[in-house]
Every structure is written in C-alpha cells, then in structure tokens.
C-alpha cells in the first residue's frame, strides 16, 4: 500500500490537507472518508480502515476538514453543511484524477456528513457510517455550557478532548437544522450501520434512528464493545473488513486483467499487523484472506499459517482434481472431502532456519456416493495423485495418502 499527501480546495477555497491510501495491486473502487468531530484524518480508527481497505483494492481518500489538521481555514467559519460542502469538493477532485468515488465512510459526526453528501454526489452505490449520529446537532452536548456564550456573543471558545476549539453562532443554528431523516428516506445508494452499543459518546439509539429512516438495501453490524473512537486495533480492522465484505455487493470492481505470463493473476500479501505476523492476502477483486500465526507464536490467530495454506493447497487441489476426473466420467459421485495434516511448524521453522528438505503431508479422502463401485473409488484414490499441487510437492516433499472407510 502507497500513500500519497495531496491538497484540494475545499468549499470556501481553502486548501485541504488529504492522504490518499493507494492499493499495491489494481485499483478496483475509491472511498471518501470523514472524520469524526473535531477529529482528523490521521487518528488511528482512520488509519487503519483506509490501509485494510486499500488491501483489499480499494483506494481511500481521508482529508482533514476546513480548520483542522493540517488543512487551512478558520474551524470558528465552518459548520456541518461547509463539512458536507469539503466533502463534495473532494469527491470533485478524486473524480478529476480519474477514481471517482463510490463508497463514502463517516465517522461519528462525519457519518451523518457522508450521508448528506451522498443525497449530492452522483455515482455513489454505498455509504457507510461508524457512530453516527441521527441528528447532527447532537455534538453541541459537548459543550452545553458555552451554548449561551456562543448565541450571545456568536462565538466561543470551548475545550474538547483537552484542545482549544472556537465554536461559531452558525455552527450552532446549522446543525440544528441537520435531522437525517428526509436524506435517509431519499438515500439512493445502500447504506451499512455500524455502531457499538455501548458508545458513551453517540447512543444506539441514533443507529436504530438512522436504520429505520432509511430504506431498504440497509444493514447494521454491532462493533459489540468498541468505543466511540474505536481505538482499538482489532475494532478497526473488524469495520474495515465488514465494509469491504459488504460493499462488494454494491460497488462494481471488476475484476483485473492478469499480467501476462501469469494466468491466475498475482496473489498479493501484505502485512496488516507490524507488531504480530497478521497479513492481508488478495487474489483479483473479490478474494480476500488473512494469514497470522498462533498466539503461541506471537500471532494473533485470525487466519491460517502459511503451513496451513499449504496444506489447504493441497487439500483443494486434490478435491478439484478427483471432481473433475469424475464429471469427466459421469461416475455418481456425491461429495469430495480431504484432510491434510502437516507435522511442520511455520514459526518453529523460521526462528531456528532448519535446513530440513523433506515434509512429510498426510491426506485422507473421503468419497461420498452410494453407488460408486469399488474400481471407480480405486481409480479416483490414483487420480488424487495427479493433483498439480500434489506433483509440486512430491518435487521436494512426500505426500501420504490413504482412503477413508
């Protein structure tokens, strides 16, 4: 994954401060992400979604707001609907670079955003919000005291998460007039809830509100104990996952022409987790895996070993290869099921460098059918042999094979 720092004027011409997280493979779709209130594009929750997302091939552009971050502008001039108007001007801009978006992400006070904006953007086909709430002006509980101030004197200045803000008059009457629920109602694209129902900042109750305005296609995922921040690592990772996952359904991402001389195209890892072993593993547009070690190893155990995706190699291949030999037959076979059992440890293997040559793979067949003679299941038990994996292995490795009862 590459990141690019980019500007682009925002919607009083300021120029924002953005990243623009790049896939290492083909670009299949574009998201715009928003931030949470007072937030920025480089809180870690933003971080980490945009880099699982770009693993996945889909491009994410995260920018700073007017008067915030790095990006230029008085924070005490803007207002919800100048955090909507920034976020049509970086879709204005993506799209002159070629990747237009078709997702938009928002978090916390930037959800309700992205949905306004959605209502304003052509060619969205997916939203999706993180904490948001129903009504935007709900943020103005962080600080109640200095409302009287702020109406009195047309600004204030308030401390929120330890910082300085300037609070504007039109701030206040803008996002009191923010209510969702005729955007909802109208919302042309699909759109995913995620909230956790715990979240001391923004209440369930706004994602239920935000779920029942909209119309169908609609979803909501729980993020169960995740704060509002979602400071965790492994929350993040989760929403980044559930909105890949889900977006697929809606966001075209065709899948890429392969390079030439390379026919099933390029499986691409790349590390999700610097601190444990966690990888991101993509084949085309719509294969995703993960790879990670045990927890005995230092892993985090979400995903196979690489051990264990040599011996699902192996167990797939062989499976594939007995079911085509059998179609190719019209033999009555039923169902194709293979255990493998290998007695390597990847992380053994990499922390003492053995020299060792030869691996030794077991593989038990299952052949389900009730009308298979025994000559046919002999005959199938010889053509798992033939499997193409298989004969790679058998190169360096030997592979044991017996039938199942």
């Not at 994410?60 to 971050?69: A, E, K, Q, S």
């Not at 919800?80 to 001007?89: G, Q």
């Not at 909501?220 to 990772?237: G, K, N, Q, V, W």
């Amino acid at each position: 994954m590459a990141a690019k720092r980019i500007t682009f004027p925002g919607h009083d011409g300021s120029m924002l401060a953005a990243r623009l997280d790049l896939p290492a493979g083909p670009h299949l779709a574009t998201a715009l992400f928003a931030h949470c209130f007072t937030c920025g594009k480089d809180i870690p929750a933003a971080r980490r979604i945009a880099a699982r997302l770009a693993a996945m091939g889909i491009a994410v552009l995260r920018f700073d707001f007017t008067g915030l971050g790095h990006s230029e502008g008085e924070f005490q001039n803007t207002s919800f609907s100048s955090n909507v108007d920034d976020l049509v001007a970086a879709a204005t801009w993506a799209a002159g670079e070629g990747m237009p978006p078709s997702l938009l992400i928002g978090h916390s006070l930037g959800g309700a955003a992205v949905v306004k904006a959605a209502s304003m953007l052509s060619g969205i086909k997916a939203v999706a919000t993180i904490g948001a709430p129903f009504d935007p002006a709900h943020v103005t509980h962080h600080f109640n005291d200095a409302l009287p101030a702020i109406v009195r004197d047309g600004k204030a200045e308030v401390s929120l998460g330890g910082r300085p803000f300037t609070i504007g008059k039109a701030f206040i009457e803008d996002t009191g007039n923010g209510v969702l629920a005729e955007v909802l109602g109208d919302l042309k694209a699909a759109l995913l809830v995620l909230h956790a129902p715990r979240d001391a900042v923004v209440s369930v109750d706004s994602a239920a509100q935000i779920f029942m305005a909209a119309k169908h296609p609609k979803s909501y995922i729980s993020l169960d104990d995740a704060d509002h921040l979602i400071t965790r690592a492994e929350d993040a990772e989760y929403a980044a996952e559930v909105i890949a996952t889900w977006s697929a359904r809606y966001v075209n991402r065709p899948l890429p022409a392969p390079p030439i001389g390379t026919p099933e195209g390029v499986v691409r890892v790349s590390e999700a987790d610097k601190s444990g072993f966690l990888q991101d593993i993509t084949s085309g547009s719509h294969v995703h895996l993960l790879a990670d070690e045990p927890l005995a190893y230092g892993g985090t155990n979400r995903g196979m070993s690489p051990y264990g995706f040599l011996s699902a190699s192996l167990g797939a291949c062989t499976s594939m290869t007995i079911r085509m030999y059998a179609r190719r037959k019209d033999w009555p076979l039923e169902h194709v099921g293979v255990d493998v059992s290998h007695d390597k440890v990847h992380a053994q293997d990499a922390a003492t460098g053995t020299q060792e040559k030869i691996d030794s793979f077991s593989r038990t067949i299952t052949l389900s059918g009730s009308n298979l003679t025994s000559e046919q299941r002999a005959r199938l038990l010889e053509i798992a042999d033939r499997c193409p994996v298989h004969r790679t292995l058998e190169r360096t490795s030997h592979v044991n094979t017996v039938l199942a009862d």
